[in-house]
T-cell receptor
């Protein structure tokens, strides 16, 4: 079974702080690594994604760091806001199709 | 531009029944994937359809099936429902499925009683 392991399961951060979520994968054939944000009652929404030919990608307050040799990638949310409180999922896939393998999710709470 | 539309939003079925869920992808998207989300197992891939053909399949029993129509709309069917099939079923569409952005619908919440 291809796996993506995500940590921590839950995270509490103060407003303005940095939220960091980590993921590790096993299958070296993975070549696409997206992060999704999900609010209660909603479907996951794509936040940011990275491919293994780059080590970092930044979009606004969200940054993905990618370490190919360690088979790890992480999401950093800078200046975290209460509106960022949601569940975050990392995922990975192989270019032969739209088949995402998801991590277990991280429930983020940003305290005002 | 309309997003991914899933119908119905909520469904209650009895054990042993069958159910059909529908997904209309974003206009122009040809790949549709289905996922099951449960508190215990998280998000798990069911299957992917591209140009009316099943391209990938996850590790689910044969009671779970799907199809895609020529307009890219997709349906998934679950036969002989079990209590453990209670979940949020999510559909995602992408342009061609080759690691392009996948956009999810709001899901269908299925409860089996």
């Amino acid at each position: 079974q291809q796996q993506v392991k995500q940590s921590p399961q839950s995270l509490i951060v103060q407003k303005g702080g940095i939220s960091i979520i980590n993921c590790a994968y096993e299958n070296t054939a993975f070549d696409y690594f997206p992060w999704y944000q999900q609010f209660p009652g909603k479907g996951p929404a794509l936040l940011i994604a990275i491919r293994p030919d780059v080590s970092e990608k930044k979009e606004g307050r969200f940054t993905i760091s990618f370490n190919k040799s360690a088979k790890q990638f992480s999401l950093h949310i800078m200046d975290s806001q209460p509106g960022d409180s949601a569940t975050y999922f990392c995922a990975a896939s192989i270019s032969t199709g739209n088949m995402l393998t998801f991590g277990g999710g991280t429930r983020l709470m940003v305290k005002p | 531009k309309a997003g991914v539309t899933q119908t119905p939003r909520y469904l209650i079925k009895t054990r042993g029944q069958q159910v059909t869920l529908s997904c209309s992808p974003i206009s122009g998207h040809r790949s549709v994937s289905w996922y099951q989300q449960t508190p215990g197992q998280g998000l798990q891939f069911l299957f992917e359809y591209f140009s009316e053909t099943q391209r990938n399949k996850g590790n689910f029993p044969g009671r779970f099936s799907g199809r895609q129509f020529s307009n890219s709309r997709s349906e998934m069917n679950v036969s002989t429902l079990e209590l453990g099939d209670s979940a949020l079923y999510l559909c995602a569409s992408s342009v061609d499925g080759s690691n392009t952005e996948a956009f999810f619908g709001q899901g269908t919440r299925l409860t089996v009683v």
